[in-house]
């Protein structure tokens, strides 16, 4: 799969989630596999302002790249101001958000609102596109409600406006991230334009990714929930895409040593406080399925020290390793 000249081999990526995939995620993640990673969305007009926090979520570092720049935005002045700014920091790629169903991200008529406005996404797009010399992509939902759904359109002329390849995720705005993604919209998109399409939305394993590319046609692969607390999921489903054998299930000693690993790449990124508060969300997820670690959950969600966080995690790892904990993951020490 090719965005413009890059070559995306295998075609599998990590997607944007807020305040999830930082620069240590989409490190580890590229490690295991990931062929391209996003930054979370930012907004045009926090860009311009050059907000210190914005620009946060575009710290990356050499290892991550190829990386793409997530914007979102409803004024087309304001959007390709800020893909002039984004352009100078050297993103591989540049993409629009049009999917997030966020009130605050909706309200201002960016995100999932652009698919109810067409003549304003179309705007928005070329702005974009002519104030980059990156190439530009777009990620959309299925449409804004049951009744509206307009992606294959909307993909046409994305298509024609000059974009370098779709992102899809097919459910509306109003489902927001309930139900399930319904993937015939993947295949419609697909049918409905010649640059490449990245089908996304609740691809778990390795099968979920075959099946999505065998039942849709759609050029790449975007995981982006799945991965979280389990980065191995890009090693799984490489080697699927890549006809090698399955690779092993993180054993319990992995997983928890890729999570103190996580959590030092973010102290070290963000100092302690906020590296510390900011890994609970993914040392919970870590611990998905081992259901005897409750009390360490339940300590780790407390504990500022980072170096206390990496004690309790060790600790634990010998107690549910004494226990065999087999958990969800199957994972146990080794
Ligand atoms: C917590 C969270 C944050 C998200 N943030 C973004 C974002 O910044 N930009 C975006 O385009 N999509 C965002 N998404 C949507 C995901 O990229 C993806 O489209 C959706 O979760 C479906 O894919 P999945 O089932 O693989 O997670 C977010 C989703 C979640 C759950």
Redesign the pocket.
């Known amino acids: 799969m090719r965005i413009g000249n890059l070559v995306i081999d295998p075609p599998l990526i990590l ?7 930082d620069s240590p995620m989409r490190r580890l993640c590229r490690r295991m596999g990931a062929s391209l990673v ?4 930012v907004s045009a007009e926090g860009t311009i302002r050059e907000s210190q926090r914005t620009f946060e979520f575009l710290d990356f570092v050499e290892e991550e790249r190829p990386i793409v720049f ?1 914007l ?1 935005g409803a004024n087309p002045e304001s959007v390709a101001e800020a893909a002039r700014i984004l352009d100078g920091m050297g993103p591989d790629v540049i ?1 629009l ?1 049009a ?2 169903p966020a009130k605050k991200v909706v309200k201002s008529g960016s ?1 999932s609102a652009l698919m109810r406005d067409p003549v304003l996404m179309q705007e928005v797009v070329r702005a974009l596109i002519e104030s980059t010399s990156r190439p530009v992509t777009v ?1 959309i939902r299925s449409g804004w409600d049951e009744d509206s759904i307009n992606a294959p359109d909307v993909a046409g002329f994305i298509e024609e406006l000059g974009a370098s390849a779709i ?1 899809i ?1 097919p ?1 509306t705005r109003a489902q927001s ?1 309930s139900g399930t ?1 319904d993937w015939s919209l993947i295949t419609e998109v697909k049918r409905s334009v010649r640059i490449p399409v990245i089908g ?5 394993c390795a099968d979920d990714a075959i099946r999505m590319i065998d039942t849709t046609g759609c050029d790449a692969v ?6 979280v607390g389990n980065p191995w999921i890009f090693r799984e489903v490489r080697a699927a895409m890549t006809g090698a054998e399955p690779p092993p299930e993180p054993s319990l000693r992995e997983r928890l040593e890729t999570a103190i690993e996580q959590l030092d790449l973010m102290v070290e990124a963000k100092g302690v406080r906020r590296g510390v508060r900011e890994m609970r969300k993914h040392i919970v997820a870590y611990l998905r399925g081992f259901h005897s670690a409750s009390k360490l959950r339940a300590e780790l969600l407390i504990i500022e020290d980072p170096e206390i966080v990496k004690e309790k995690i060790r600790e634990a790892l010998v107690e549910l390793g004494a226990s065999r904990e087999t958990g969800a993951g199957g994972g146990e020490t080794k």
Do not use: S, Y
């Open positions: 997607g944007p989630l807020a305040g999830l995939t996003w930054t979370e969305m997530q979102f993409d958000n999917g997030c995100g990620k992102t995720h459910r991230f993604a996304n939305g609740d691809v778990r975007m995981i982006g929930r799945g991965a």
